[in-house]
């Protein structure tokens, strides 16, 4: 994540990662406006590129050679990137609301989302057709297609609802795909049939007469059914029905036409069309709002209509950008014409494609080949990504709004107080945290929302208290989702113990700014963690929150447990198989994100398991007779082992291809890119036995990354290991493993053998 002595003062949200948007977020890399903050909210990681789409399933692309990946992208950015869907506007209070997180604060807004499949307008189309838009979603409804369509016995015929470019150019490339695949089977490719469907009486109809001409005889020469001039007018399981009352036995029906804006655009009083499309002006700003702006497909640009189609998406990028930018510095956004006319490039499945501009018609493999050669620079535009130089610029507040803006962000870069005078104000504060609701408890007296200076607990009769304490900064931009991770990184250390965590008080370090972005990022993140302490039992009882250069946070976190349940470091016993209750990468997988090399759906899997509890894992293995357990955390695999051979006076083996590995860890670790822990970590290698014969292995890395809000590391009895490691899989621990077993402590100084 990149930092900046810059105080936020106006913030950008683009709802959805679409052609325009990330054109966008290129442009403001490459030319940042001071003051002005990015966030980019969208539910994928990684955003199909509509152009090579046939091409992917034809099968001539890669998934990674079309898509985008928004994470790296926004990382470039320097955007913070909510892994979200967003599902409504309230523009009275200027915030987007959120699926699965608390609403977002904008100043200006922009929506490039695509369209929506109108399938309910059909009857049984919702259930049993396939849509194809919206686009970001269609990778896995086309895999799941595929792989019934390959293992589906006898003849299969498919349908598709659409005969405009998009329908034709799909049902092509997938005729081309499943062909292939049959024949690589030894299956017969002409147990295939493809039926093509519109109300329309001519296909493709906003091309000329040449292009329609060109894909009547292809379609025809491939032998795909055609069926034009009557709507389709129900859908069943196994059957399509046309308003001719001609019926149709089809196995797979794909939904590619009948797409209009989302339902949930109808309650923000935008200016919509009879499809529900955003109705904009000539600057990309809505009819209704002027800081919400719209592009791509969403939008309807009233004084100059245009199709649906990838190409307008691109062009209006570059003027987007532009004019958010003008808009967040005050001044007035500039009207965009697009063209008339543009280049259509339309393929047929086989490496061949047929261009288009206005009247003018060309076709060929030589097309395909320049197709390929558009698409191909249009995406190395987005992932292959130049290093960025360091911002040495002065703060700038032209961005302010008004003289109290441009006053608190000056206060802000200026000379700040040390001690209480650190502190976040006391009235920013009480906002912030106003509308947190932490659990109640019957054993906590005094808490979170009282007056009084400290918190007061009492302890159950029998029961001791295990406590305990973690900070750091923050190593994602998305405050909320780090919230998540500080509260159940520092809930580790208590269920290791086996014990209930009872409160957590918290302390916080949050970047200097004006009063409505500190406490919005204040909010955002304690939202986070308080969710998390929530689920887990924990009562938040109090806290500190000071300002700082960076956004980092921690908890100090009291537990209550059974003295004789302890499970303890020095709790091994020779014997025991050793488990592991979650996969190890973070460390090299963010070092990696921050030079933009991780992939973004790596990053998604490692936040994906940073957030997940440790509670119930904890809980299953003392019912499994479990006697010591750690969280693996900073010090990384093979330092905790260490840790625990030490006072339990044994020694220990660890089978390292067992060992499970977060998506991407090797790749990253191979490279080269290794956490700034990593280097003190690998101090420990004397710790292992004969250790130069395994430095070239794959996961010998890895054993020494630092974990943040890692898997728990236990000794369970031999006899308790499978069912244990059955039972945590089932409590949705899926890469639970042995990755090893305790032994007697030899005459080696080394406690650590390893393994393959």
């Known amino acids: 994540m990149k930092e900046t002595e810059q ?24 030319k940042p406006v001071p003051g002005v903050r990015l966030t980019l909210i969208c539910r994928d990681t990684h955003t199909p590129y509509s152009g090579m789409l046939p091409g992917y399933v034809a099968g001539h692309y890669s998934y990674d050679e079309c898509h985008i990946d928004l994470s790296k992208l926004a990382e470039f950015a320097g955007a913070r990137f909510y892994r979200d869907e967003a599902i409504g506007i309230d523009r009275n209070s200027r915030r987007i609301i959120c699926r699965g997180r608390p609403s977002v604060p904008y100043d200006l807004l922009s929506i490039n989302i695509g369209s929506t499949p109108r399938v309910n307008e059909v009857p049984g189309a919702s259930d049993h057709a396939v849509p194809v838009k919206p686009i970001n979603g ?65 296909l493709l109809p906003t091309h000329n007469e040449r292009v329609r001409e060109a894909f009547s005889k292809t379609l025809r020469k491939r032998d795909v059914h055609l069926h034009l001039g009557s709507a389709v007018t129900r859908v069943e399981h196994g059957h399509l029905r046309t308003e001719n009352d001609h019926s149709f036995d089809l196995d797979e029906v794909l939904w590619v036409t009948r797409a209009g804006g989302p339902a949930w655009l109808k309650e923000t009083g935008l200016a919509l069309d009879d499809g529900g499309f955003i109705r904009c002006r000539d600057t990309l700003q809505t009819e209704t709002d002027d800081d919400i702006f719209a592009a791509g497909d969403i939008a309807n640009v009233v004084d100059h209509p245009r199709e649906k189609a990838g190409v307008f998406a691109v062009r209006q990028g570059p003027p987007l950008a532009d004019n958010l930018r003008r808009a967040a510095i005050g001044k007035s956004p500039r009207p965009f014409i697009p063209q008339k006319t543009w280049l259509a490039l339309i393929s047929t499945g086989d490496k061949y494609a047929i261009a288009s501009k206005g009247e003018r018609f060309s076709q060929g493999r030589l097309v395909w080949r320049w197709k390929d050669w558009i698409d191909r620079r249009f995406m190395k ?85 295990v406590h305990t304490v973690d900070f750091f900064r923050a190593f994602i931009d998305d405050p909320y989702v780090f919230g998540k991770v500080a509260a159940n990184h520092s809930l580790g250390d208590v269920f290791a113990m086996g014990a209930e965590a009872q409160s957590a008080t918290a302390v916080a370090t949050v970047p200097y700014g004006i009063e409505s972005k500190v406490e919005d990022v204040v909010y955002q993140m304690m939202s986070g963690a308080v969710e998390v302490l929530n689920e887990a039992g924990c009562a938040l009882v109090g806290g500190h929150t000071g300002e700082g250069k960076e956004l980092a946070l921690g908890f100090a976190v009291n537990g209550l447990i059974d003295p004789e349940q302890v499970m303890s470091k020095g709790g091994l016993r020779v014997g025991d198989k050793l488990i592991l209750t979650k996969a190890i990468g973070t460390g090299t997988l963010f070092a990696a994100h921050a030079r933009l090399a991780a992939k973004g759906r790596w990053i998604d899997s490692a936040l994906a398991s940073m957030i997940q509890s440790n509670q119930e894992g904890a809980r299953c293995l003392l019912r499994h007779g479990a006697k010591a357990c750690t969280d693996v955390t900073g010090f990384g695999l093979l330092g905790h082992l260490v840790e625990m051979t030490r006072p339990s006076g044994v020694d220990a083996t660890l089978d390292l291809s067992a060992i499970p590995v977060l998506p991407g860890a090797e790749e990253t670790a191979a490279e080269g890119i290794l956490s700034s822990l990593q280097p003190a970590n690998i101090r420990l290698r004397r710790g292992i036995r004969d250790q130069a014969r395994w430095i070239d292995h794959p996961r010998y890395p890895l054993i020494f990354d630092p974990q943040t809000a890692g898997g728990l590391l236990a000794s369970v009895p031999a006899d308790q290991a499978e069912a244990c490691v059955a039972e945590l899989r089932s409590l949705g621990y899926p890469l639970t493993a042995i990755i090893g077993e305790v032994t007697e402590q030899g005459e080696a100084i080394e406690p650590i053998s390893l393994r393959d």
């Open 7 to 30: 105080p936020v003062l106006r913030d950008i949200v683009l709802i959805g990662g679409g052609h325009s948007h990330v054109g966008v977020l290129k442009r403001f890399a490459m």
């Open 138 to 202: 269609f990778n896995q409804r086309w895999l799941s297609l595929l792989e019934r369509a390959e293992t589906h016995e006898g003849p299969l015929s498919i349908g598709v609802v659409g005969a405009g470019a998009g329908g034709v150019e799909l049902t092509l490339a997938m005729q081309h795909r499943l062909r292939k695949e049959y024949k690589a089977r030894g299956k017969d490719p002409d147990q295939l049939s493809f039926h093509l469907f519109d109300q329309a009486t001519e």
């Open 381 to 465: 535009k987005f992932n292959d990504l130049p290093a960025m130089e360091e911002s040495s610029a002065l703060p700038d507040t032209s961005a302010a709004q008004n003289p109290e803006e441009a006053s608190q962000a000056i206060s802000a870069v200026a000379m700040r107080c040390g001690g209480c005078g650190a502190k976040v104000g006391s009235t920013v504060l009480s906002r912030a945290l106003g509308e947190l609701r932490p659990i109640e408890r019957d054993d906590i007296l005094v808490g979170l929302h009282a007056p009084d200076d400290a918190a007061v607990l009492t302890v159950p009769p029998g029961k001791a208290v």
